[in-house]
């Protein structure tokens, strides 16, 4: 088996998984997930949703996470087995950061959440120039955005994000060429209320301590893993349109 092969089956079985309706499991989840929301004072939820607007904004206006310039000349294996390294690291760190600030009581635990979100993006980011895309262009960026979204949406939101996504290459270019005509605002305001909201938990007296590395660790597996699967579905999706090409190229010149 090719590892080509190998990966086409992970990545039907995380298409499947996506796709699946929610479980009573995921039902209880997002039942407990609300209820810890709804523990958290006003002041830190406005305090979050700062925190994500700024990150909306440096992602799509700013060079904070632009330092990584794509890779061209490596197999999709070799590029893989970057990634997985880069993602350990990135765990490590993150677990290394939340830790620290979940023991430090909840002020710390409030300055966690923009800085984990920053150990996210530039992940995401690293991610996408091994892939050999050029994150200086907006929709790429864009697609980092969605990326995110996927990884920590409900279950309902996460299958309207997929869809977007599956068809990326093709759709991307009917978005504005101008990124200031894109409605970046729009766009922050609706996945708000389903980003992270797990990692609000370590900002609760007595478990944030216990939480913070742990769920860091966990978060930005998720994310990395997640990124693994979108980015995969892209280029399966651009060899497939590739081999259609060639395949009538070749229906034409036999008919010629």
């Known amino acids: 088996m090719t590892y080509e092969q190998k990966i086409t089956s992970e990545l039907d079985f995380w298409k499947f998984k996506t796709l699946q309706k929610p479980s009573l499991f995921n039902k209880v989840t997002d039942g407990v997930q609300k209820k810890i929301n709804s523990f958290i004072p006003d002041k830190v939820h406005n305090a979050i949703t700062t925190a994500i607007k700024q990150m ?3 992602v799509l206006f700013g060079s904070t996470f632009t330092t990584s310039k794509p890779i061209t000349d490596l197999s999709l294996m070799h590029r893989e087995a970057l990634i997985k390294q880069k993602i350990d690291n990135y765990k490590k760190t993150g677990a290394a950061e939340g830790g620290i600030t979940g023991a430090g009581g909840f002020l710390m635990s409030l300055a966690d959440f923009p800085l984990l979100l920053g150990i996210k993006m530039k992940m995401l980011f690293d991610i996408a120039a091994i892939y050999g895309y050029e994150v200086k262009d907006y929709r790429e960026r864009l ?7 996927l990884a920590f949406s409900s279950k309902e939101e996460s299958k309207n994000i997929f869809i977007k996504m599956q068809d990326w290459d093709n759709q991307a270019h009917k978005l504005p060429t101008n990124i200031d ?4 605002l729009t766009f ?3 996945y708000r209320d389903y980003i992270d909201l797990a990692k609000l938990a370590q900002m609760l007296p007595f478990v944030g301590a ?3 590395a742990v769920a860091n ?3 930005i597996d998720r994310l990395g893993k997640t990124a693994m699967m979108s980015y995969r579905m892209r280029y ?3 060899q497939y349109a590739i081999s259609n090409t060639q395949t009538t190229k070749n229906i034409e010149l036999n008919m010629d």
């Open 217 to 219: 660790y966990k978060l």
């Open 143 to 149: 697609f980092i955005l969605h990326i995110f979204q």
């Open 236 to 238: 399966f999706n651009l």
């Open 56 to 58: 909306v904004k440096a």
């Open 210 to 212: 216990a939480v913070g």
């Open 181 to 184: 005509e894109f409605d970046w």
């Open 188 to 190: 922050q305001q609706q």
